[in-house]
């Protein structure tokens, strides 16, 4: 199976300027191709390593009102909450670029998990209705132009944790958790469907603590571990690209 591309950095400096280049070329790409760029973020380190898309030349180069923002994974929190995804990005990205508030879909938070997750995906489909989400062609998912994902030292990704039920998930887009390992418990996610049918996934891996899970998502190991998370982010017709800093990708197999 293929695991994606592997883009391993000595710095994470370095990690960044190629993760802005990256996420700047798909937008402009994606403007070029159907007049939008829909973009999904998720929360922790991610966000300070997007902080360069704020600085020269991309806060100027990039067409930031094509933007539509989603979020992969959400901590149901108010907004304005110090674990609220949507207020790490606001401070960390959007507040510091011409973004178009109303193409900010951040979660509902005056609601229950279940019922923001519920929401959430009518929101979505309302978006695929319009086209500003693309839809796939080999099933009812949509593509987003970009997913960007971090991962734990467990292998999470977005809020789909190892063993948990939600990596099962098969019919819907956005699902909910209660019982988060990772606090706070009360997480919506993007489902792996969901995940795999966008046109470009990119995991963002800084740190030797995630080497092992690096090593496990990515090499050929015996006995398989399919069951692992980030193992299991495989767009089906998109591309996956990983973003290392040598820390994350000291255990991998060399070749
Ligand atoms: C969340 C995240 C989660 C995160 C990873 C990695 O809301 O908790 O979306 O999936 O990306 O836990 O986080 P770090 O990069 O901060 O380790």
Known sequence: KDRGKLRIHESLDELSTDLADYIAELSEASVKERGVFSIALSGGSLIGLMGKLCEAPYNRTVDWAKWYIFWADERVVAKNHTDSNYKLAKDGLLS?????????????????????????EFVIRQLVKTRMVSVSEVSDCPKFDLILLGMGPDGHVASLFPNHAVLNEKSEWVTFLTDSPKPPPERITFTLPAINSASNVAV???????????????????????????????????????FLDKGAASKLDGD
């Open 96 to 120: 510091k670029v011409p973004i178009i508030p109303s193409h900010v879909h951040s979660i509902n938070d005056a609601v229950s998990a279940e019922e923001a997750a519920s929401e959430y």
């Open 204 to 242: 963002v891996v800084a740190g030797e603590a995630k080497s092992e899970a690096v090593h496990l998502a990515i090499d050929d190991v015996e006995p398989d571990c399919p069951k692992l998370p980030a193992r299991m982010v495989q767009p089906t017709t998109g591309k996956l690209v990983w």
